[in-house]
T-cell receptor
Framework: DAKTTQPNSMESNEEEPVHLPCNHSTISGTDYIHWYRQLPSQGPEYVIHGLTSNVNNRMASLAIAEDRKSSTLILHRATLRDAAVYYCILRDMGYALNFGKGTSLLVTP | DVKVTQSSRYLVKRTGEKVFLECVQD?????MFWYRQDPGLGLRLIYFSYDVKMKEKGDIPEGYSVSREKKERFSLILESASTNQTSMYLC?????????FGQGTRLTVV
């Protein structure tokens, strides 16, 4: 299985943009890049996913490097409710989601 | 509103008991998953199922089995519960894009 590498923790100020990095140097051509987050005392929730092109939705943006060996989840304006563990996952179509340890994001007022 | 429902939020069982954790989804998803989550170890995949009666081992299947007799229901079975199976158990379902998670079952084995 292709693996991802994320920083253990990051900190951001409220109302500022946050860039969460993910390295996946062994990504295969059919792996999609998925991001999930887990708020305290809750199950994980889907954030965004992409294959090659950058993606935007109401929660976040996903920037994918041209060689696809890294990606960045962008929260445009962090709020206190965005404090969570963020997981970057590679998923081939139809296969399981394998979570790593993720990045714990702290948002300070 | 889409929903993945786990039968219990909290469960206390004795060592050696057979334990069933039930998960039901109402989204007609083919894929269903069982994870356990422990402090410092993140979410680890125990088993997943991509169709009725089909299953695949995840990263930590030892001590667990699963059953999927109907599309909407995926059961995790601890054949003989042990204290090292004390954990938070999370069920999820998906097509191939977005996965939806239940609220989790905190199992304590004493």
């Amino acid at each position: 299985d292709a693996k991802t590498t994320q920083p253990n923790s990051m900190e951001s100020n409220e109302e500022e943009p946050v860039h969460l990095p993910c390295n996946h140097s062994t990504i295969s051509g059919t792996d999609y890049i998925h991001w999930y987050r887990q708020l305290p005392s809750q199950g994980p929730e889907y954030v965004i996913h992409g294959l090659t092109s950058n993606v935007n939705n109401r929660m976040a943006s996903l920037a994918i490097a041209e060689d696809r060996k890294s990606s960045t989840l962008i929260l445009h304006r962090a709020t206190l409710r965005d404090a969570a563990v963020y997981y970057c996952i590679l998923r081939d179509m139809g296969y399981a989601l394998n979570f790593g340890k993720g990045t714990s994001l702290l948002v300070t007022p | 509103d889409v929903k993945v429902t786990q039968s219990s939020r909290y469960l206390v069982k004795r060592t050696g008991e057979k334990v069933f954790l039930e998960c039901v989804q109402d989204m007609d998803h083919e894929n269903m998953f069982w994870y356990r989550q422990d402090p410092g170890l993140g979410l680890r995949l125990i088993y997943f199922s991509y169709d009725v009666k089909m299953k695949e081992k995840g990263d930590i299947p030892e001590g667990y089995s699963v059953s999927r007799e109907k599309k909407e229901r995926f059961s995790l079975i601890l054949e003989s519960a042990s204290t090292n199976q004390t954990s938070m158990y999370l069920c999820a379902s998906s097509l191939w894009e977005e996965a939806f998670f239940g609220q989790g079952t905190r199992l304590t084995v004493v």
